[in-house]
């Protein structure tokens, strides 16, 4: 290992860490004689990054020579950027040695397009099938599945990587096409079907004989870029809603929108990327995934956009004040999970909890609600619920638990104030 | 007040909830064997602890409790929190005391405690999964140093056996003082007299193994590279990786 290899891991950590997803959960393996480690199971993160996210793979690129020009990559082929390439022992070893290390949980591998999709995929594929075979490595892989590739290839992958994605990108194949002529929809759907084929077909065959070789075990995920072009938050939120229809489709990542390209007019000018916006998506996907909420009401025609100030859990709480009080004593589990400042695991708490006696606001506190939120949506025991929502009005309610702005302190009314004259 | 003694161990304080229930006499602090007395104290009792009588009440609970109470219980021990054994003995006389089974009931202080104090632990544990950082010796053992701030470092070991199982390293708690060495085969828990051998948490670097320094360049080059600039956000950097962790991770020095 030598000075050139860690140049070339700089140029192609740099390239790659525009890819969101850095999750490592979703496999479970026991390590094997004669190999190298394991898998948790559920993820672990080895660090963070400055920017807080974050770090449980060693996120690569193979190469970031690309032959594509899409408006919103920074390896898009007309940059002027430094270029690299790994050879395949050189990641493998790289892997390894960072394993040991406890660095990383495994490899995140990636990669511009070289020549064709064909080509580039099956270099990948050696990188992984290497890794596997020849060093038992048993971390985690996950793969970026190049798009226009072939089924074989997807499906060779697939046997080595524990997770395969395709990143969509663009929510819409109109905006794709402006932003990235040379690829369509289709060209990213087609994989993602083969790695879905490939899972169902997997499945069928585990059922004959518990010697076949698992397909992906940790299903696949995707990536939306968010605050390029002008899609909705309906419109991104329908998409993902989609695809988590879609078995084995586990997660959708939303990037909020990094100019790396500033001069090319077609993007917009940002000061920031949306990371608010970006924010209240995850929020929402949240609530898709884990509180049961479905799709049309997070976002509809009506409100095509998540509310920025307030979480979409209390802007949907607000919208259906009817839906208020909720009885913590009484209601159900899936009604719990509706009151804003109760997650998951208080609304369980509260399940298992209220068996034994009936749970007052103290109580409550204790548990980990947030009563600051949940106050206005609940009754309890001694809460008889006057403040509630339905009482008062939702815009009241809104007032009241917005965010304070820094800096900007509220004039004490009751104190008045001394103005001594020059 | 009633006041017991024992040696500070689990089995002794398994041992002083048998003689309690034996004698029908609670003790209403928890003191070691040669700790001083507080004042108005009318009864005293010293325990000797007996693997006989703390046997009994662990089977006792095995047969009361769900597996995950009891291992609830041992990470508060391990919490070494100033009166975690009082909290436990609390929990194990209302565990034992009630007819029906009362381990869900986080209405109740005490058991919400055991229970936020045993996440605590937990979440040490994770931390300890997550933040240890290997350097490699020239005699071809992955050394780690931590120093967690509960004693967690027994629960986090199975991990490491599983996942490192084709390599010599030890997991050192300066803090504590001791450690655990794995040999290939067994894991010994060891005690180093000098440690002058990893001054700061880093060890000497003549006992380095050759390629070690250039893959923790790598690895800080890596770390550096993947921050995107226009998203830096110091507040949750520090949140998810707090500070006291940064003194044994190689990409933060």
Redesign the interface.
């Known amino acids: 290992?030598k000075e050139e290899?860690?140049a070339k891991?700089?140029i192609l950590?740099?390239s790659a860490?525009?890819d969101v997803s850095c999750a490592s959960s979703g496999t479970t393996r026991?390590?094997i004689?004669?190999?190298?480690?394991?898998t948790?199971g559920w993820g672990?993160?080895?660090?963070?990054?400055?920017?807080?996210?974050?770090?449980s793979l060693?996120?690569i690129m193979l190469t970031n020579y690309c032959i594509y020009d899409c408006a919103y990559c920074i390896n898009r082929r007309t940059n002027d950027i430094r270029r690299a390439t790994f050879s395949v022992d050189e990641l493998v070893e790289?892997t390894i040695?960072?394993y040991?290390?406890?660095?990383i949980e495994g490899l995140f591998l990636s990669s511009g397009v070289i020549s064709n999709p064909d080509y580039t995929m099956e270099r990948m594929v050696r990188v992984i099938k290497e890794l596997r075979t020849t060093h038992r490595f048993n971390g985690y892989i996950h793969m970026k599945s190049i798009p226009g590739c072939s089924q074989q290839l997807v499906h060779d992958a697939g046997l080595y990587a524990d997770r395969l994605s395709v990143n969509i990108e663009i929510p819409t194949e109109k905006n794709l096409k402006l932003l990235a002529p040379e690829k369509n929809h289709e060209s990213v759907f087609k994989p993602m079907q083969f790695i879905q084929q490939g899972m169902l077909e997997n499945t069928e065959e585990r059922k004959k004989s518990r010697y076949v070789k698992r397909f992906v075990p940790a299903g696949q995920s995707t990536q939306m870029i968010v605050g390029a072009t002008d899609e909705s938050d309906n419109q991104i939120l329908k998409t993902s809603d989609f695809l988590y229809n879609q078995p084995g489709m586990k997660r959708v990542y939303y990037s909020?929108f990094?100019p790396v390209n500033s001069y090319d007019n077609r993007l917009p000018a940002l000061k920031?990327?949306p990371?608010v916006r970006e924010n209240r998506l995850y929020q929402a996907d949240w609530l898709l995934r884990f509180y049961d909420f479905k799709v049309d009401e997070i976002v509809n025609d009506k409100h095509p956009n998540l509310d920025l100030e307030i979480d979409p859990k209390l802007s949907w709480a607000l919208r259906h004040p009817e839906f208020f009080p909720v009885d913590i004593n009484k209601a159900e589990y899936r009604d719990l999970l509706r009151v804003p400042g109760i997650g998951v695991k208080s609304a369980k708490?509260i399940v298992?909890?209220?068996?034994?006696?009936r749970?007052n606001s103290r109580?409550l506190k204790?548990?980990g609600i947030v009563m600051k939120k949940a106050q206005y949506f609940i009754t309890c025991n001694e809460l008889a619920g006057l403040n509630t929502v339905s009482d008062t009005s939702p815009e009241y309610v809104r007032s009241l638990l917005l965010p304070k702005k820094k800096g900007m302190k509220q004039p004490d009314l009751q104190q008045m104030t001394l103005i001594f004259p020059e | 007040m009633i006041v017991f003694h024992y040696d500070k161990t689990f089995e002794g304080l398994l041992t002083a909830i048998f003689d309690a229930y034996n004698r029908n006499t609670f003790p209403a602090k928890l003191l070691a064997t040669d700790e001083i007395e507080p004042l108005f104290v009318e009864e005293n009792h010293t325990v000797i602890t007996d693997t006989e009588k703390s046997s009994r009440v662990w089977k006792g609970l095995e047969k009361r409790t769900m597996p995950v109470t009891r291992s609830m219980l041992s990470y508060v021990w391990l919490s070494e929190i100033q009166g975690c054994d009082e909290m436990i003995f609390r929990y194990i006389r209302k565990v034992l005391d009630s007819k029906t089974s009362?381990e869900?009931?986080?209405?109740?202080?005490d058991l919400?405690q055991v229970r936020n104090i045993a996440q605590k632990v937990n979440r040490e544990r994770?931390r300890l999964?997550?933040?240890?950082?290997?350097?490699?010796t020239a005699d071809n053992i992955?050394f780690?140093p931590v120093s967690p701030d509960y004693n967690a470092l027994p629960l986090a070991i199975s991990?490491f056996t599983?996942?490192?199982?084709?390599?010599k390293w030890i997991i050192y708690d300066t803090k504590r003082n001791y450690g655990y060495f794995y040999n290939l085969k067994d894991v010994i828990e060891i005690t180093l007299n000098d440690m002058n051998l990893f001054p700061e948490g880093k060890i000497n670097e003549a006992l380095l193994a050759p390629?070690e320094k250039?893959?923790q360049?790598?690895?800080k080059?890596?770390?550096k590279?993947?921050?995107?600039k226009?998203?830096?956000?110091?507040?949750?950097?520090r949140?998810?990786?707090p500070r006291k962790y940064w003194k044994y991770?190689?990409?933060k020095q």
């Open positions: 290992m290899v860690l891991l700089q950590a740099e860490k525009y026991k390590s004689a004669g190999g190298i480690g394991n948790a672990i993160c080895h660090s963070f990054t400055e920017d807080g996210r974050c770090v060693l996120k790289l040695e960072f040991r290390r406890n660095y909020g990094i920031q990327p990371l708490l298992v909890s209220r068996k034994h006696a749970l109580d204790k548990i | 009362i869900m009931n986080f209405a109740d202080e919400l994770l999964i997550q933040f240890v950082r290997f350097q490699k992955f780690a991990h599983d996942r490192f199982a084709e390599q390629n250039i893959f360049k790598m690895w080059a890596y770390f590279s993947m921050a995107i226009e998203r830096i956000n110091p507040k949750l950097h949140q998810n990786l991770l190689t990409e």
